[in-house]
């Protein structure tokens, strides 16, 4: 079953994942990766690191793309941004199973991690809809883990190319997250919302002209998703729920963003996502180009071989 025959609220069945050889080794690998996250976390960890470096010197243009966000964002370059981008990949590497943990460990696992929660009483026992509001960290799968642990939670999540990893990431997440949406059923999610749900959404990267304003975001220009400006606008709750693993405990920090003055609504959103960031500087997915949007020329280099998959991908979708 090829990708541009699902449609977006469309749940795949086993059988549509095993269509082709590739999605054939996909399942190969995920069989691998299911028997290694049952290794004690400290060996996962120094595999992950190990991944990581591995990652660091393969993905040059990632990589590139990592340094400009760095250097733009946080104004360092030289020894401290190079230090950083090795920190932020081994961070990476972890993420990968970390991801395992959350996709497949038992509830007493989960338990077992150093968690610490910061203002819960902002979402506890309230029956109202509410978007919460979440970043792109390195460990962003176990963040929904942690969260579900304490809160009844919906989400959103963008459909990939490759089917098996489709079924897997939604099958093991509607174990811990009641019910997901993918990102081109925006109305659904507000009619979620508006039936009492509390859920998820990631607002902290480029989503494109169409469906975003210019914000500062670190002080710089960047494309900024409107939806929860929108949802603001309908007095909808905006709550932010940062997860950030500060030494070996993850803390998780609860903050409700004002909805009165919407027209600063944005701006103020990119500045708590700021905060946020620099609580764990190394544990933010700094890999996406965050400015690519409203630019006249590229601040990225310019990926031909990425560019020229997706544009295959796109004519594919079309046919």
């Known amino acids: 079953m090829n990708r541009r025959n699902i449609s977006p609220g469309k749940q795949l069945g086993f059988l549509d994942t095993i269509g082709s050889i590739n999605e054939i080794l996909t399942w190969f690998f995920i069989g691998i990766f299911w028997l290694v996250s049952f ?11 190990f991944i990581g470096l591995i990652l660091y010197r393969v993905s040059p243009h990632r990589r590139e793309i990592m340094k400009i ?3 733009r964002c946080l104004k360092i370059e030289g020894a ?14 972890r993420g990968i199973f970390e991801m395992a943990i959350a996709w497949w460990s038992s509830e007493k ?3 077992k991690i150093d968690t610490r929660i910061i203002n819960k009483e902002i979402l506890e026992n309230s029956g109202e809809g509410i978007l919460v509001l979440i970043k792109h960290s390195t460990h962003l799968e176990l963040d929904l883990r942690l969260l579900s642990k304490y809160f009844d939670l919906s989400g959103m999540y963008k459909l990939q190319t490759n089917n098996v ?20 059923e925006a109305v659904k999610a507000i009619r979620w919302i508006n039936s ?18 210019i914000v500062p975001f670190f002080g710089l220009d960047a494309a900024t998703v409107t939806f929860p400006k929108i949802l603001a606008q309908k007095k909808i709750k905006i709550v932010f729920a940062d997860v950030s693993k500060i030494g070996d405990v993850f803390e998780i920090e609860l903050r409700e963003l004002k909805t009165a003055e919407s027209d600063n609504f944005l701006q103020n959103m990119n500045e708590i996502y700021s905060e946020f ?23 990225y280099p310019k990926w031909s071989r990425r560019d020229r998959n997706r ?4 004519i594919n979708r079309i046919n």
């Open 39 to 49: 290794l004690p976390y400290p060996v996962l960890v120094r595999l992950g690191n």
């Open 109 to 111: 696992r989960i338990s």
């Open 80 to 93: 401290e941004s190079d230090a950083l981008i090795k920190a932020n990949y081994r961070s990476i590497g």
């Open 69 to 71: 966000n760095i250097e």
């Open 311 to 314: 544009e295959k991908r796109r």
């Open 196 to 213: 009492g749900r509390k859920f998820l959404y990631a607002a902290d990267q480029d989503y494109g002209l169409k469906v975003s304003e």
């Open 165 to 184: 990893i489709n079924y897997v990431m939604i099958s093991a997440r509607n174990k811990y997250i009641k019910g997901s949406l993918t990102n081109k």
């Open 277 to 299: 960031i620099l609580k764990e500087k190394e544990g933010y997915l700094w890999m996406h180009r965050r400015f690519k949007s409203g630019y006249a020329e590229s601040v």
